[in-house]
């Protein structure tokens, strides 16, 4: 679109995705309104792993040298027996991810990355966030498009990005009410101190522990200094999906009773306040997450579960597509269709390969788990088509 014709972006949700998809935007001169309905700017969770394919977003977005500062480049994913820590699979990254595509494979806390992403928007435009702001809904014309908040207020633009989150209002108003299917699981999340952990207890890696109806995650944050621990544990009674849930830690002692003595050294290691439990919910792809004038992005559009570790790096990707189609196409609606038709397989074979992995962490037989590792040979296929992609310079779809 011109310069003087580009249309106004209304974004809801100041989460990672919706950051990435203002920065872009900004950056490309469209004037840009982000609404959140937070009282203050801030993330929680701890750990993303960010494969190449976003990390050249977060480039593109010029903040590699604040980001050499606190990110954690791992050597390999290792994925290990559960009681004997035997390899069953190991993923090369490292140099050998940078060199074939592109840019770095790292690990960063959540909180961390966010807080780059606000200062890039707000270095472009000091008066784009909105707090306090929670969408209620929408309301389209053939000319415009009005977003509704709760205190009563309306905000007007040309174009409507949802980057809402799982709970998203304007998934709601898209898409209706849609399926929800507890998984199983519930995730347990802690950040540990590496000064209270034996030094080299664990090599510069992502760990994933697998074992007979659980399996764990381990990875070093913060330039070194913290250590990310995931547990996901098959559980009978779903719960909230908030990630805010303190839970006791002996429940998470008892859920990992007998698992390697890394694992146990680790959660031992744990603040007993600070242990936090949350479901896992699964979501069948979409066929479609648009209107003429709004969209959806993240979570709101394709809910990921978090066994590919790479359902931040798909909201990011589409973060730096959205801008893209609405730069390149000469209308929103146009641009709308472009930026879905660019997303929507990607992100759903993500959706199926995360939830696929579920089951092969979890076979309970050592020998058919190593033969089903073999089989998979994970290192061919994410080269292929995960890591691979270029977010920057793929082809987009057609209108």
């Not at 209270?196 to 664990?202: K, Q, T, V």
């Not at 792809?285 to 066994?307: C, E, F, I, K, Q």
């Not at 990011?316 to 472009?338: F, K, N, P, W």
């Not at 074979?349 to 788990?369: C, G, K, P, Q, T």
Request: glycine share 8%.
């Amino acid at each position: 679109m011109k310069k003087d014709q580009k249309p106004r972006i209304i974004i809801v949700g100041a989460g990672i995705g919706g950051l990435t998809a203002a920065a872009s935007l900004l950056k490309r001169g469209f004037p840009v309104r982000v609404y959140e309905q937070a009282p203050a700017l801030g993330e929680i969770g701890a750990g993303i792993q960010s494969s190449a394919n976003a990390v050249k977003v977060l480039y593109d977005l010029g903040l590699r040298e604040e980001l050499e500062k606190t990110v954690v480049r791992p050597l390999a994913f290792e994925f290990r027996r559960f009681d004997t820590a035997e390899m069953m699979h190991r993923i090369p990254l490292g140099p050998q991810h940078e060199q074939a595509n592109g840019a770095p494979y790292f690990h960063i806390h959540r909180a961390d990355l966010h807080e780059l992403l606000a200062k890039a928007v707000l270095a472009l435009d000091p008066d784009c966030i909105a707090l306090n702001a929670r969408a209620e809904g929408f309301d389209e014309t053939a000319d415009g498009i009005t977003l509704r908040l709760a205190d009563g207020t309306r905000a007007t633009g040309e174009v409507l990005v949802g980057a809402d989150g799982i709970r998203s209002a304007i998934r709601a108003q898209i898409l209706g009410a849609t399926p929800v299917s507890y998984t199983g699981d519930v995730a347990w999340r802690a950040v540990i101190p590496t000064d209270r952990l034996p030094a080299g207890i664990m090599d510069t890696v992502s760990t994933v522990w697998c074992g007979p109806k659980k399996h764990a995650v381990m990875y070093y944050l913060r330039a070194g200094k913290l250590m990310n621990f995931v547990g996901l544990v098959e559980h009978a009674q779903p719960e909230n999906e908030s990630w805010t849930q303190r839970r006791p830690w002996a429940d998470l002692k008892a859920d990992f009773e007998g698992w390697h003595p890394t694992i146990q050294t680790v959660i031992d290691a744990i603040d007993r306040d600070g242990c936090y439990r949350y479901a896992l919910n699964d979501r069948m792809p979409v066929d479609n997450w648009s209107t003429g004038r709004a969209t959806l992005l993240g979570d709101a559009a394709h809910p990921t579960l978090p066994y590919l570790a790479s359902g931040a790096a798909m909201a990011i990707e589409d973060g730096a597509v959205l801008a893209r189609c609405l730069d390149e196409q000469a209308s929103v609606a146009g641009a709308l269709r472009s930026y879905q038709n660019s997303r929507m397989d990607r992100t759903a074979a993500v959706v199926r390969e995360s939830a696929e992995n579920r089951d092969l962490y979890r076979i309970e037989d050592e020998s058919a788990m190593r033969l089903a590792f073999q089989r998979k040979d994970m290192n061919k296929s994410r080269a292929q088509w995960l890591y691979s992609y270029d977010p920057l310079t793929v082809p987009l779809a057609e209108d």
